[in-house]
């Protein structure tokens, strides 16, 4: 990790009971245009989850008029790519791969209103699988902003609030069939 010698990652568990989920919300790209999207991606553990739905990155998308979509990159969507440790897989979502799911996610003839839309919220949420996901050199590039999370202290946006929450809206989202 980038701050001292300790290893951390960020743990999202789901115990695979019904109605139960672990999900981490970032903040700081809202209103980030989609097009202006360069990627996310995230390293995770192996062995660990990594299914076409968990883990994974939920963008709520404000289109133009106005509408929320969500869209789901689940972790098993894109290739693996090796890293310097054996034990870790990296994961990316590039810019064309989210268009893609855009198109193929979001109802027939409003696609282009999610595609002209914003970022909402960004999550990564493990609900699907029972299991447990670490993630760590945790990613979101847009074309204005880079960030990386490598440790618990990458935090340090300012004086940390209280927990994020989803509105009622998004959490009927995660929680529709994928």
């Known amino acids: 990790d980038s701050q001292g010698s300790a290893n951390q990652a960020l743990v999202l568990e789901a115990p695979g009971t019904p109605d139960t989920s ?11 245009r989609i097009r202006d999207l360069v990627s996310l991606g995230y390293e995770h553990r192996v062995p660990g989850t990594c299914t076409k739905t968990d883990p994974r990155w939920t963008i709520f998308i404000r289109g133009k008029s106005g509408h929320t979509w969500p869209v789901n ?4 969507v894109t290739p693996a790519r090796p890293t310097d440790d054996p034990n870790w897989i990296r994961r990316i979502f590039t810019l064309p791969v989210i268009q893609a799911e855009i198109v193929r996610q979001v109802p027939k003839g409003t696609a282009s209103d999610a595609l002209a839309g914003t970022v909402e919220q960004l999550a990564l949420v493990v609900d ?15 074309r204005a902003l880079t960030k990386v999370w490598t440790s618990a202290s ?6 940390p609030g209280g927990a994020g929450d989803f509105s009622a809206d998004e959490l009927t989202l995660l929680a529709a069939p994928l």
């Open 73 to 76: 990159l689940g972790c098993a």
């Open 22 to 32: 672990a999900a981490a919300l970032f903040r700081g790209f809202e209103d980030v």
């Open 154 to 159: 990458d935090n340090a946006n300012g004086v």
């Open 128 to 142: 699907r699988t029972n299991g447990t996901a670490y993630l760590d050199n945790i990613s979101v590039r847009s």
